[in-house]
């Protein structure tokens, strides 16, 4: 069974930083792209970030993008989400995902992209 476990969440103030942990087993997640999506209450979930099989391609919500990086550790088979300059609208379930193809950068910002799905972890940032 393949299973995504996501760590590193917690309540911190306004400009502070985190990484989130996204630890896959189950699946090799080397030929596969990662991806990270987040949910606030009462709102749908919205793409945040995703590395594509290679690390060649990387993309960011403009939300998000020149604070948080993501990478990938293949043979830790984990993905990495670091937070910095968090703000209080970045509040929500932060969830990763394994992509659904092999080699494919198609789709890979959208959730119909990932076929595998983390339980999420929790980032409250409080001004």
């Known amino acids: 069974q393949v299973q995504l476990v996501e760590s590193g969440g917690g309540l911190v103030p306004a400009g502070d930083s985190l990484r989130l942990s996204c630890v896959v087993s189950?699946?090799?997640?080397?030929?596969?792209?990662m991806g990270w999506f987040r949910q606030a209450p009462g709102k749908e979930r919205e793409f945040v970030a995703t590395?594509?099989?290679?690390?060649?391609?990387?993309y960011y919500s403009d939300s998000v993008k020149d604070r948080f990086t993501i990478s990938r550790d293949n043979a830790k088979n984990t993905a990495y989400l670091r937070m910095n300059s968090l703000k209080a609208e970045d509040t929500a379930v932060y969830s990763c995902?394994?992509?659904?193809?092999?080699?494919?950068?198609?789709?890979?910002?959208?959730?119909?992209?990932?076929?595998?799905w983390g339980q999420g972890t929790q980032v409250t940032v409080s001004s």
């Open positions: 189950g699946r090799t997640i080397s030929k596969y792209a």
């Open positions: 590395i594509n099989w290679n690390g060649a391609k990387i």
């Open positions: 995902a394994v992509g659904s193809n092999r080699y494919s950068d198609y789709g890979i910002q959208f959730p119909h992209g990932y076929d595998y």
